[in-house]
């Protein structure tokens, strides 16, 4: 009896740790992206001070805006911008989170299933469209890659789900079908033309064409998406247990996986018809605040938000000022410095699996 007790104190003990933690790190993340926020929106060709900054954006936000210069580069330009690095981030970072729960392995990421080739060969389909019929071209890139990107979700689900293990069917079929959309975006681009320096340069991924309208459209999708997941948390760390014990426990599993495809879809097409193609967020932001919170959702899923959109907005204040007056594609960065922390994740997970 006393040895229950015991356990059952210390496992109290535990989850309260965890709690707490989960609730410095939310913090700290938190403040971490309010200071990487105002750096991003002081640091350009034309510096402004932070203080001048905080009085024009109150002055905005109450209606009394200076309408000079600096409130032309401020509210125009650098501020839709660093906004959008900041949903974009987080709705990577949540579809990373998605996908790793839907495989339960913490380093799958939407591309694994095909879904983020799949957006940007729609995007680059509709740009290319646009061109051709002189239509809107952010338009026809937005519907394009996420009438392509939830296709090719359904075609990779209807393949994935005829296997013995839904998981392992899944991720066979998107490998194949993500191959395919990569080849077909490259004969696309063979296609391009004139418009070939463009779309790659596009492709490489990167916030330079950010506007308000942009800023909403994505506001949209990740908010949603953090609520799904929120209402969803519980039943996530069901699904975590096994297909076989979830079921027993009552969760229709079927169901939360249709759900998280649908989830990852919305949130990477949308995404990456609004940036690009930038890699690596989805893939290391869940892995690494995994490490620092516990696997339990209801802790997980605000901090993982925050640090995509953190480690976002940090990755592109430093693509646009450390090669200035050029800028060097967000998705090149990303790129650079999420590979060795992938591979250094990797060597961790292996060392800890070995006897």
Not at 109 to 120: E, F, L, R, T, Y
Not at 169 to 175: E, T
Not at 261 to 273: D, F, P
Request: with cysteine; net charge positive.
């Amino acid at each position: 009896m006393i040895s229950r007790v015991t356990s059952k104190t210390r496992q109290s003990s535990g989850s309260l740790s965890l709690h707490r933690r989960a609730r410095q790190v939310t913090l700290l993340l938190a403040g971490c992206l309010l200071a990487a926020l105002g750096l991003a929106l002081a640091t350009g060709s034309v510096p402004i001070p932070v203080h001048e900054i905080a009085r024009r954006l109150a002055g905005w936000m109450g209606g009394h805006p200076v309408g000079d210069a600096i409130d032309r580069i401020l509210f125009a330009a650098r501020l839709p911008r660093v906004l959008l690095g900041m949903l974009a981030g987080s709705s990577l970072a949540l579809a990373g989170l998605a996908a790793q729960t839907l495989f339960r392995n913490p380093l799958a990421s939407p591309s694994i299933i095909g879904v983020s080739n799949g957006a940007a060969l729609g995007a680059v389909g509709g740009l290319l469209l646009a061109a051709s019929v002189g239509i809107h071209g952010t338009a026809a890139a937005i519907t394009a890659s996420v009438a392509t990107g939830l296709a090719v979700t359904a075609v990779v689900f209807a393949l994935g789900r005829r296997g013995s293990y839904f998981g392992h069917g899944l991720l066979l079929a998107g490998i194949a079908v993500g191959a395919l959309c990569s080849s077909l975006t490259t004969a696309m681009l063979y296609l391009a033309g004139e418009r070939l320096q463009a779309i790659v340069f596009w492709l490489m991924g990167g916030l330079w064409q950010a506007n308000w309208q942009h800023v909403l459209i994505l506001a949209l999708a990740s908010l949603a998406g953090l609520a799904c997941m929120v209402v969803w948390s519980r039943d996530l760390n069901v699904f975590l247990l096994g297909e076989r014990t979830a079921r027993d426990l009552g969760l229709d599993v079927p169901k939360l996986q249709r759900r998280l495809l649908a989830l990852i879809a919305v949130l990477a097409s949308v995404t990456v018809s609004l940036t690009g193609v930038i890699g690596f967020i989805g893939l290391i932001v869940p892995h690494l605040v995994r490490l620092l919170v516990g696997a339990d959702h209801r802790r997980l899923v605000v901090p993982v938000a925050l640090g995509g959109a953190l480690l976002l907005v940090l990755a592109d204040t430093c693509a646009r000022t450390l090669a200035a007056p050029a800028e060097i594609p967000v998705g090149i960065f990303t790129a650079v410095v999420g590979a060795p922390v992938f591979l250094w994740l990797l060597q961790t997970r292996r060392t800890q699996a070995a006897p």
